[in-house]
């Protein structure tokens, strides 16, 4: 079955740690995208890729790194930069970016906790 | 400023009530607006797209309708397992990123 495999499901960060969340499409999508979910808010953007090799900022990269080395990655290091990690991570592909005919397609997203 | 809003932000119906939840939202020129389903600890679900004025669409319980300033999603005779928040979004004027609601918990109780 294609779809988005985000892990680990569940992560807890020290203070002070850099931590990778990771995201893996087999949709053969040229465009990924993560969010951050908080209560009571609508998703936020914070890196997406159109493309392998490229990558932008999208509303909150503050605190937040992304790679896209292969078509089918785009993982996310959340530094200890970001001091309120606490959030739930959704990772999201689409065929591309500038398609708005096209729906984004979603992992079961990362829960990231503060130790 | 482009904005989406979703209301009510809960809405507890009994099994079989329909109702309807709200999205409205400011983009100026609308290039589509999807409704999305999201289970508790899971990625939110595509439902639908719609692209202009007038159209609905449908799937089993569910029916989507679009007008210039908003949509709806209708359900009708809902059994608790329709209970999910449900999302919408709009792509920005911009740039064709997505906005999106803050969406409607709904519960169907049994």
């Known amino acids: 079955d294609g779809g988005i495999t985000q892990s680990p499901k569940y992560l807890f960060r020290k203070e002070g740690q850099n931590v990778t969340l990771s995201c893996e499409q087999n949709l053969n999508h040229d465009a990924m995208y993560w969010y951050r979910q908080d209560p009571g808010q609508g998703l936020r953007l914070i890196y997406y890729s159109q493309i392998v090799n490229d990558f932008q900022k999208g509303d909150i990269a503050e605190g937040y790194s992304v790679s896209r080395e292969k078509k089918e990655s785009f993982p996310l290091t959340v530094t200890s930069a970001q001091k309120n990690p606490t959030a739930f991570y959704l990772c999201?592909?689409?065929?591309?970016?500038?398609?708005?005919?096209?729906?984004?397609?979603f992992g079961d997203g990362t829960r990231l906790s503060i130790l | 400023e482009d904005q989406v809003t979703q209301s009510p932000e809960a809405l507890r119906l009994q099994e079989g009530e329909s109702s309807s939840l709200n999205c409205s939202y400011t983009?100026?020129?609308?290039?589509?607006l999807f409704w999305y389903r999201q289970d508790p600890g899971k990625g939110p679900e595509f439902l639908f797209t719609?692209?202009?004025?007038?159209e609905e669409k449908e799937k089993e319980r569910l029916k989507a309708t679009l007008t210039k300033k908003e949509s709806f999603l209708h359900i009708t005779a809902p059994k608790p397992e329709d209970s999910a928040t449900y999302l919408c979004?709009?792509?920005?004027?911009?740039?064709?990123?997505?906005?999106w609601g803050a969406g409607t918990k709904l519960i169907i109780k049994p």
């Open positions: 999201a592909s689409s065929i591309e970016v500038r398609n708005s005919n096209q729906p984004q397609h």
């Open positions: 719609l692209y202009s004025a007038g």
């Open positions: 983009v100026s020129g609308l290039r589509g």
């Open positions: 979004a709009v792509p920005m004027d911009s740039n064709y990123q997505l906005i």
